[in-house]
């Protein structure tokens, strides 16, 4: 066995199901193993889409995402794509070759030869693991996989000399799967959370993509119910709690008439969230002073910035689903329950943010409401950084965990195509609709040439108002455009077609939602072009 089918087994044990990636001379010995073995290999046309497809496919299925990446080049591509996994603490290995071992920190040329690959990898993931024989791996892969199941998702690197993956393991093979271990949060500081949450007058419940990541969907619906608060999410935490529940305030916290509902709350349960700058409309969230806060990264406590940080805080280090749990449990053994909000108060409250942003932006909230009611409950919508989607953010409706993906921690564009198929290919019989701007669309519109390959039956909604359209409207109020921003770009609908998906072009966005709901049922790999340029929410104005 040789190392690059030392590395095939071991994936294969650990139950990995396909990769993503681009055999490059170095790599091709491991892609060549994998599908001797069974595991899928998904081959693309540039190596930041595998990233990205990776990355979605972790998001929807809590699974690992790998990608495969040659020396040099192809390693480079996917930083981007590495990069936000772990700004989105998304689980992706990133499997890397590298020149033969007696030529690192040569400069003889080597073929693909970089100066450092490994600290390159380092600086977008949470560690690389470099082996030096076959017989290293089965351990540092055991590591990685272990590390990605316990402790805060992240990305890891693996990389191998082109030399090792030749090689012939010396020692019999050996890989134990790698199985989660939950980490219990601290009995003490769990025994005052209840006590603080016991006390409390009027609780309310953030979560964020920690919540999701832990499967914490069910506990937070069974906490929010039984002590009457409203849950708010961060842009991550979308779908956490289905939208549509009475308790649900979604991504609103900011809007004007949620933050009076907010001053009346006396604590806030902090579940699985770092508080970016997005999701809490740069750090303007006003939640109560206590919290109780749970995190599987203990770390990130002392992480957040300081015009939202809590000033009485009681820190549980664990596993969010069972931390809540155990919650629930301790809840359950007493007689009262805090008072908490009216139902009535929480939905006047999130209706009122809805009409008055319906009465202001029209057109932009139909959108919203109808691409909503042409998709099922269940389908997974892939954004791109691009006007509309900022619409999405915050005013789309999500329903269930695991289906609202955005580029949220690096604020990349491109993002959208890849990792529609990326989901798609994780869960073939959702629907998954991407929206693209026609900017991010050409940073990997080359991806639907693997759509079709796979035929993969996504639709992607693309709207076309030839700009960088986030971009031209922040200089445009700084007054800094020079009248040369808008992009030149080719015919979509004839584009698409060449590779051959279905293309349409609609003329207004009242067809969108009878062309998009076609499309769906359709099931076939389409674009639709949007010629229209929507205005930007109002939390950008």
């Given at each position: 066995m040789t190392g690059a089918e030392t590395v095939a087994e071991c994936l294969k044990a650990q139950g990995v199901e396909l990769l993503f990636g681009i055999r490059g001379l170095h790599i091709t010995a491991v892609a060549d193993a994998v599908k001797r073995r069974g595991i899928r290999f998904i081959e693309v046309r540039h190596e930041q889409s595998a990233a990205f497809m990776a990355d979605a496919y972790a998001r929807v299925t809590g699974k690992v995402g790998i990608v495969l990446a040659g020396t040099g080049a192809g390693a480079a591509a996917t930083m981007v794509g590495i990069q936000e996994a772990y700004c989105s603490s998304s689980p992706v290995l990133l499997i890397v070759s590298q020149i033969e071992q007696a030529h690192l920190q040569r400069g003889w040329g080597d073929l693909h030869e970089v100066k450092n690959q490994h600290r390159l990898i380092s600086n977008v993931t949470e560690a690389c693991y470099d082996v030096t024989a076959p017989?290293?791996?089965?351990?540092?892969?055991?590591?990685?996989?272990?590390?990605?199941?316990?402790?805060?998702?992240?990305?890891?690197?693996?990389?191998?000399?082109?030399?090792?993956?030749?090689?012939?393991?010396?020692?019999?093979?050996?890989?134990?799967?790698?199985?989660?271990?939950?980490?219990?949060?601290?009995?003490?500081?769990?025994?005052?959370?209840?006590?603080?949450?016991?006390?409390?007058?009027?609780?309310?419940?953030?979560?964020?993509?920690?919540?999701?990541?832990?499967?914490?969907?069910?506990a937070i619906e069974r906490l929010a119910e039984r002590l009457n608060a409203p849950v708010l999410t961060s842009i991550k935490g979308k779908g956490v709690l289905s939208e549509a529940h009475d308790l649900s305030l979604g991504n609103l916290g900011t809007e004007g008439p949620v933050q009076p509902l907010l001053e009346q709350a006396d604590l806030a349960i902090v579940v699985g969230t770092r508080f970016s700058n997005r999701s809490t409309g740069r750090w303007s969230l006003r939640l109560p002073p206590q919290w109780v806060r749970i995190d599987i990264d203990a770390q990130q406590?002392?992480?957040?910035?300081?015009?939202?940080?809590?000033?009485?805080?009681?820190?549980?280090?664990?596993?969010?689903?069972?931390?809540?749990?155990?919650?629930?449990?301790?809840?359950?053994?007493?007689?009262?329950?805090?008072?908490?909000?009216?139902?009535?108060?929480?939905?006047?409250?999130?209706?009122?943010?809805?009409?008055?942003?319906?009465?202001?932006?029209?057109?932009?909230?139909?959108?919203?409401?109808?691409?909503?009611?042409?998709?099922?409950?269940?389908?997974?919508?892939?954004?791109?950084?691009?006007?509309?989607?900022?619409?999405?953010?915050r005013y789309f409706e999500v329903f269930e965990p695991r289906t609202f993906l955005w580029a949220m921690g690096s604020g990349t564009i491109g993002f959208g195509l890849p990792s529609a198929i990326g989901a798609k290919l994780a869960k073939p019989d959702r629907q998954v609709l991407a929206l693209c701007g026609d900017g991010g669309f050409l940073f990997s519109c080359q991806e639907l040439a693997t759509a079709v390959k796979y035929r993969v039956a996504i639709v992607v909604l693309l709207f076309n108002d030839h700009a960088f359209g986030i971009v031209d409207y922040g200089q445009r109020k700084e007054g800094h455009l020079f009248g040369d921003e808008a992009l030149v770009n080719p015919d979509f609908?004839?584009?698409?077609?060449?590779?051959?998906?279905?293309?349409?072009?609609?003329?207004?966005?009242?067809?969108?939602?009878?062309?998009?709901?076609?499309?769906?049922?359709?099931?076939?790999?389409?674009?639709?072009e949007v010629p229209v340029a929507l205005r930007p929410p109002p939390d950008l104005s």
């Open positions: 017989a290293d791996i089965p351990q540092s892969l055991q590591t990685i996989f272990s590390r990605m199941e316990n402790e805060r998702p992240r990305p890891y690197g693996l990389e191998v000399p082109v030399d090792v993956l030749n090689a012939k393991l010396d020692t019999p093979f050996a890989y134990q799967p790698v199985a989660r271990t939950p980490t219990l949060p601290d009995a003490q500081k769990l025994a005052e959370a209840v006590e603080r949450i016991a006390r409390a007058r009027r609780p309310v419940i953030y979560a964020g993509g920690g919540a999701i990541t832990s499967g914490a969907g069910q406590f002392a992480k957040t910035h300081p015009d939202i940080q809590g000033h009485h805080v009681v820190e549980l280090a664990g596993d969010a689903r069972i931390t809540l749990e155990r919650i629930l449990g301790e809840l359950d053994k007493q007689s009262s329950c805090p008072q908490g909000f009216e139902r009535s108060e929480v939905i006047r409250v999130k209706r009122q943010t809805l009409e008055s942003v319906k009465v202001k932006y029209p057109a932009e909230v139909k959108l919203l409401n109808d691409i909503r009611h042409v998709m099922k409950r269940d389908a997974i919508v892939a954004n791109d950084s691009t006007v509309a989607t900022y619409w999405m953010r609908i004839a584009l698409a077609r060449s590779f051959g998906a279905d293309a349409e072009r609609v003329d207004s966005l009242e067809q969108i939602s009878k062309v998009v709901e076609k499309a769906l049922t359709r099931n076939r790999l389409t674009v639709i």
